[in-house]
């Protein structure tokens, strides 16, 4: 069976760092880009291995700050 | 259109539904009771709405949402539930919201009594509330100034988009004469295209606000307000003087004390003693132009309230130290007679020559 | 390729100015989504409080007051009644709804005004930082209880829920969480639902939202999820307690 493939996009300047998006993905992809610093001065949240991201949009559901758009690949390609 | 006899509290009433005011939020406390009474029996039948608050505080309030709907609204009450509107006042000045708000007002400190006063003074023209604001207050003599001023009230505070008080006192809401509605004035308001009826998708939202966090955004808005308060105190001054002409003593008084006042002033006359009345209308802003045509025969002031004394405070500022200053009051819901007023003027008058 | 999560039209593109972590984003957000898909966003009137979401005016992207602290529901009751025909909420925290604004909800409810209110309860003063609330739980800290809160001298914490389903015109109450995504999605629902049956013209809806204050509880967001769960809920048990018969 096919699984729903997604991808997590984020808009890092909003992000805040709070990491709530890191507990709850099923995959355990979402994490603290610690090589990185964005406007704000947090470590945003990042996604490292998009091709496990199953677009449940947990991620999205608890970020605070709106700053992450999930999108659904077409398994038809 | 004829006149018909009404309490004063329902003549308020009558004036502000004539006026375009649909909706009326309010709490009872004695003597203004007939005001909200008259409304939550007349309101519906216009399609309009009575809403008994829980408080004074939740009353006012509810005018300040209300009010940021754009309509015509209305809240009534006495001194201590005045006192208790002080922060929705505040805010409504703060968010520049137009509303009428009646005090019919009685004794006090505290729980004070029932009976007449005008000991909101202060309360009233100083900003009872916090911060850099002011409000148009409207004074009335007479039941038929009631009914005019009121309507007036609601134009004014469409206009300048500010509160308005009417205040008078106990005497004012509850005595009965005969009144007429006239029709309002043609002042030309502005649309409310602030008002918050809905985006509906097409405009950008509209916020009814008074928090205005950085410092220069908040004073840039106070010196919006303050020049609008410039240009009340500009336009919408109003007094009346009575017979002034050679007078020897100049005698203030607002509200039903005036017509007291003016009773001794005619009594007087007939005694051979000049005295002269300057009845200020607006208690904010104040006459203070009226003062200055004051006729040099005249030697003393003397300024008479239902208080130990607080309009006399503006007196003292309009006369700019030119005449001595001298007051007689009455306060605690007792009301001055005409003999006393007279008795003190001819003491006065002794005293100067 | 399709969008399947992205930011509502229900919210402005202003940056929430909250702290990290502090879960009033994630309730801004899901009050947006509801007045979006239910298409009333163009006749929603919001009252934001005095608090942390005393700036709620900026987010939320439709008409907006902002009220004086605890008198939302007051404001609300004076925008409702000259405008049956809108749809109106008031977004509340627990200094302002459960100390300041008792009265003000209270009759709210009471008189049955046909709005809805949010209702975040984060058991702490956030903005004026971290003094003791009426929700604030026994042996918590906070400024104005630096011993922990004292039932002797403060008494127990208030549950509003609870209180206010007692009351007739508050036909829909619910209390939900946003600690997880589950309670998120279910706290989406109960919002929905209490709009529902404002538009319906039902009465006073109301939903309390359990929610974190990293900051002023002095742990890290993801460790707030956590007491949130182990000390909230125990006291202040989810769940509906009142919304109105089918039919009626």
């Not at chain 2, 539904?17 to 009474?37: R, V």
């Not at chain 2, 955004?217 to 017979?243: F, G, P, Q, S, T």
């Not at chain 2, 002031?301 to 309009?311: A, R």
């Not at chain 3, 009471?110 to 604030?136: D, S």
Request: net charge negative.
């Amino acid at each position: 069976m096919a699984k729903r493939r997604g991808i997590v996009k984020f808009t890092e300047n909003r992000c805040k760092g709070c990491a709530l998006c890191t507990t709850v993905c099923p995959v355990d992809i979402v994490v603290m880009n610690k090589k990185k610093i964005n406007v704000k001065g947090y470590h945003p949240a990042t996604v490292d291995e998009m091709e496990k991201c199953i677009a449940c949009t947990n991620c999205a559901t608890i970020c605070p700050d709106a700053v992450i758009e999930v999108e659904t690949i077409d398994q038809e390609k | 259109m004829a006149k018909v006899l009404m309490k004063g509290n329902e003549a308020i009433a009558a004036a502000a539904m004539k006026a375009g005011c649909k909706y009326f939020f309010g709490y009872p406390i004695t003597p203004q009771n007939e005001l909200p009474e008259f409304m939550s029996r007349e309101l519906p039948k216009i399609g309009g709405v009575f809403v008994q608050a829980e408080s004074e505080v939740a009353a006012i309030n509810m005018i300040y949402g209300a009010a940021g709907t754009g309509a015509r609204v209305m809240t009534s009450s006495s001194s201590p539930g005045m006192a208790l509107k002080q922060e929705g006042i505040s805010y409504c000045a703060g968010a520049e919201l137009p509303c009428v708000i009646v005090n019919i007002s009685r004794g006090g400190p505290g729980l004070g009594g029932i009976q007449p006063s005008q000991a909101d003074y202060f309360m009233t023209t100083r900003g009872g509330g916090n911060g850099d604001y002011r409000h148009p207050v409207y004074a009335p003599a007479t039941l038929q100034e009631a009914v005019d001023l009121t309507m007036e009230a609601f134009d004014v505070a469409d206009y300048y988009r500010t509160p308005v008080i009417v205040m008078g006192d106990g005497m004012i809401g509850q005595m009965m004469e005969p009144v007429e509605f006239k029709e309002t004035s043609n002042r030309e308001l502005p649309a409310k295209d602030w008002a918050t009826t809905g985006t509906e998708g097409k405009r950008q939202p509209n916020i009814i606000n008074s928090l205005a966090l950085d410092p220069a955004e908040l004073e840039k808005h106070c010196h919006k307000l303050d020049a609008r308060y410039k240009e009340i105190e500009e336009k919408e001054v109003r007094h009346e003087m009575y017979k002034m002409e050679g007078a020897e003593i100049v005698l203030v008084a607002y509200g039903t004390t005036s017509r007291i006042v003016k009773n001794a002033i005619d009594a007087l006359q007939k005694e051979g003693i000049k005295a002269g009345l300057i009845r200020p209308i607006t208690l904010w802003p104040f006459p203070e132009k009226a003062f200055d045509a004051i006729p040099e025969t005249a030697k003393v002031i003397l300024t008479v309230e239902m208080s130990t004394g607080q309009m006399i405070d503006d007196v003292k500022i309009a006369n700019k130290g030119r005449l001595p200053i001298e007051f007689y009051g009455r306060t605690g819901g007792m009301i001055p007679t005409p003999e006393a007023i007279m008795e003190q003027v001819k003491e006065i008058l002794g005293g100067v020559k | 390729m399709s969008t399947v999560f992205s930011k509502t039209e229900g919210l402005t593109d202003k940056q929430f100015h909250y702290c990290p972590g502090c879960t009033h984003g994630i309730i801004h957000r899901l009050v947006g989504e509801v007045l979006v898909e239910l298409g009333v966003l163009g006749k929603a009137i919001g009252v934001a409080p005095v608090g942390c979401s005393v700036l709620a005016y900026d987010y939320f992207n439709c008409d907006m007051h902002e009220a004086a602290h605890g008198r939302a529901p007051a404001v609300a009751t004076g925008i409702k009644r000259v405008l049956p025909d809108n749809v109106v909420f008031t977004y509340q925290g627990d200094g302002d709804l459960a100390s300041i604004g008792t009265a003000e909800i209270i009759h709210a409810a009471h008189r049955g005004e046909k709005f809805t209110t949010i209702f975040v309860n984060n058991a702490i003063y956030g903005m004026t930082g971290g003094q003791m609330a009426p929700t604030t739980l026994i042996g918590q800290k906070a400024t104005t209880a630096p011993f922990g809160r004292d039932a002797a001298t403060t008494g127990m914490p208030l549950r509003m829920s609870e209180m206010l389903s007692t009351i007739d015109g508050a036909v829909f109450v619910e209390r939900c969480t946003v600690h997880n995504v589950a309670g998120i999605r279910k706290t989406k629902k109960a919002i929905k639902k209490a709009f529902e049956v404002q538009i319906e013209g039902k009465g006073f809806g109301i939903v309390e939202i359990l929610s974190t204050c990293p900051t002023n509880w002095g742990i890290t967001p993801v460790e707030s999820l956590k007491w949130l769960e182990e000390n909230m809920i125990p006291y202040y048990p989810l769940g509906n307690f009142r919304t109105p018969e089918e039919g009626k």
